[in-house]
């Protein structure tokens, strides 16, 4: 058989096809210019030069499964395919992904014993065949896999580490009608400032995330993830955070599905590690919550009373352990969560469905608000600059 390539006009827009030498005979040149010839079949006359032409795959490219080594025997997967445009289908439980099954958003960690099974597919083309490995790390309980420390060992201030987190940016509101404009680190786009940053690793390796205000009603502050950079399944996660506590602010550390992007919140779920709003209260305390489908605001939520004389205003680690069918929060002690959450606490609430063990993996946010429908707007007596301070970030197995 012997294949040329030309151009075709449909339209306004040009097409570029594979045809045979015999099929290109039948069109209307006024319609189609051949580009470098036709060749190939082991034939000599169809020539005009040009080189021999393969005719398109029509199965999109298996995906490619590439690992980053992390910490005591995890790895972060990646998935890749080289046709342009493929969607990848993946699956960890060992059985055979489709397109029903969750997509690729994001590199993911295993730090399990996991088979991971993914296929590719386009527009036009079929599926393409399984690809598929399996991982064997057999890692203890409590094992840090993974993990943020902040360090910054220079003499002055960095940008957290751009392989981990992105940003959300701008003053949107954020579906909660916040008063602050977020801002990406050593942005200058005003009204934020690069020589006053709102998000930064300070040489105390610790985080700052930092609420300001560069004019009056003007309010500057950061939120930063790791969506689309780094995720994980079950685990326990582990905050050392400490936060301020004022009028207007409202500090929080969560995670929500990468399938955000095909089934939108609150169906990815949303997870709150650590929240809370206002200045100290008697007892003051954190808010432990999730969210999905049927269960949004105050329906599946805790509150974490700190003892006489603590607050949330001192450092505190401030954990999540989630496994199949649970959901538990800690803070400083993870033998001793004070809520989880499990499939049966959605008994009672009409619709509701349990968003967590879909496949999924989650993304890491942290953010300080300003203003939004919970706290209410800062007052005079609400200092700027205030900072949230993060010790680390910590991933470790259950």
């Not at 020539?47 to 972060?76: H, L």
Request: charge should be negative.
């Amino acid at each position: 058989m012997i294949w040329c390539a030309y151009i075709k006009i449909e339209g306004n827009v040009v097409v570029v096809h594979s045809i045979s030498a015999r099929a290109l005979r039948g069109l209307s040149l006024s319609l189609a210019l051949i580009l470098g010839g036709c060749g190939g079949g082991g034939s000599s006359g169809g020539g005009g030069g040009g080189g021999t032409v393969t005719p398109p795959s029509s199965t999109a490219a298996a995906p490619t499964v590439a690992t980053s080594a992390q910490q005591n025997g995890a790895v972060i997967v990646s998935l890749s395919s080289v046709t342009a445009g493929a969607s990848i289908y993946y699956t960890v439980d060992g059985s055979t992904p489709t397109t029903s099954s969750q997509r690729y958003e994001a590199p993911f960690l295993v730090a399990a014993n996991v088979t991971v099974k993914a296929l590719a597919t386009v527009v036009g083309l079929s599926a393409s065949s399984v690809t598929s490995q399996a991982f064997a790390p057999s890692i203890a309980a409590n094992t840090l896999v993974w993990s943020d420390e902040f360090t910054n060992a220079g003499a002055s201030p960095i940008a957290p580490n751009a392989a981990i987190w992105g940003y959300d940016t701008g003053n949107s509101g954020f579906g909660n009608h916040e008063l602050e404009t977020y801002c990406a680190a050593n942005s200058s786009t005003s009204p934020c400032d690069s020589a006053n940053p709102n998000i930064y690793v300070g040489t105390d390796g610790l985080l700052h995330i930092v609420a300001r205000k560069p004019s009056a009603g003007v309010y500057t502050s950061a939120r930063l993830k790791t969506q689309g950079l780094f995720s994980f399944q079950y685990g326990r996660l582990e905050v050392r955070a400490r936060v301020p506590e004022a009028q207007g602010f409202w500090p929080a550390v969560w995670a929500m599905g990468n399938n955000i992007n095909t089934v939108n919140w609150p169906a990815s779920g949303e997870q709150d590690i650590l929240e809370r709003v206002n200045g100290p209260t008697s007892p003051d305390t954190n808010n432990g919550s999730v969210h999905g489908t049927g269960f949004t605001g105050v329906n599946l939520g805790a509150v974490y009373n700190f003892g006489p004389g603590d607050s949330a205003g001192f450092w505190h680690t401030y954990g999540m352990i989630w496994k199949p069918g649970s959901v538990a929060y800690y803070i400083d002690d993870p033998a001793h969560p004070y809520t989880t959450f499990t499939t049966t606490s959605l008994a009672g609430l009409p619709g509701a469905v349990w968003p967590f063990d879909a496949g999924q993996s989650n993304f890491i946010l942290m953010n300080l608000a300003v203003g939004g429908d919970w706290p209410g707007a800062p007052d005079g007596t609400t200092p700027f600059p205030s900072e949230m301070q993060v010790d680390y970030v910590r991933l470790y197995t259950n």
